[in-house]
């Protein structure tokens, strides 16, 4: 199915219809997608915990905000990382997803990756979806798809990630991004 693989890499973009308070407003780079289902990570959503106090050695090699990131509702007792490597290879304990994006393994000594690495981000959980799931998700409207950056994975700013990936789009999408964040209020 290329249909599904091709959105490996992509962000999905809550619509402001999208009702989960877990998805309000997120905004999700997919690291796998095929007919056995997705899997994602908000990158959008940091938590007030140092990367240090979880995971000492990795602490320093963080991006801004050195936090880690609450990356989806399943699986939150486990860590996974990000990293965004330029080039052509990537060092031992990383595995590229996209890009210059990929997966680095937490088991390896942070002292083989820190100088090829351009930027770190830790995950506490993921964002999954069953076969088909996220597919009726998207014909219901809940998500919008648009390429990602390098830099959207290290954003010193997560915070204002759901606005500025939707301004940086064409056409009316780049509305969007004016949506209030409570329409009741006008």
């Given at each position: 199915?290329?249909?599904?693989s091709?959105?490996?890499g992509?962000?999905?973009?809550?619509?402001?219809?999208?009702?989960?308070?877990?998805?309000?407003?997120?905004?999700?780079?997919?690291?796998d997608?095929?007919e056995?289902?997705?899997?994602?990570v908000?990158?959008?959503?940091?938590?007030?915990?140092?990367?240090?106090?979880?995971?000492?050695p990795?602490?320093?090699l963080?991006?801004?905000?050195g936090?880690?990131f609450?990356?989806?509702?399943?699986?939150?007792?486990?860590?996974?990382?990000?990293?965004?490597?330029?080039?052509?290879?990537?060092?031992?304990?990383w595995?590229?997803?996209y890009?210059?994006?990929?997966?680095?393994d937490?088991?390896?000594?942070?002292?083989l990756?820190?100088?090829?690495?351009?930027?770190?981000?830790v995950?506490a959980?993921?964002?999954?979806?069953?076969?088909?799931q996220?597919?009726?998700?998207?014909r219901e409207?809940?998500w919008y798809?648009v390429?990602?950056?390098?830099?959207?994975?290290?954003?010193?700013?997560?915070?204002?990630?759901?606005?500025?990936?939707?301004?940086?789009?064409?056409?009316?999408l780049?509305?969007?991004?004016?949506?209030?964040?409570?329409?009741?209020l006008?």
């Open positions: 199915m290329t249909e599904v091709s959105l490996t992509r962000l999905l973009v809550a619509t402001p219809a999208l009702a989960d308070p877990n998805f309000d407003r997120a905004v999700v780079l997919l690291l997608h095929d056995e289902g997705s899997l994602g908000v990158l959008n959503r940091p938590t007030p915990v140092d990367v240090g106090e979880i995971l000492e990795w602490g320093e963080a991006g801004e905000p936090v880690v609450q990356g989806g509702p399943v699986s939150l007792d486990s860590a996974l990382a990000l990293a965004v490597i330029p080039g052509d290879h990537g060092p031992l304990g595995r590229r997803v890009g210059a994006i990929g997966l680095v937490l088991e390896t000594p942070p002292e990756l820190a100088r090829a690495l351009g930027s770190l981000r995950f959980g993921y964002a999954g979806w069953g076969p088909g996220l597919e009726d998700e998207l409207g809940a798809v390429e990602s950056e390098p830099g959207d994975v290290s954003s010193p700013r997560p915070e204002r990630l759901w606005r500025a990936v939707l301004r940086r789009q064409r056409g009316e780049a509305m969007v991004a004016t949506y209030p964040d409570d329409p009741s006008n």
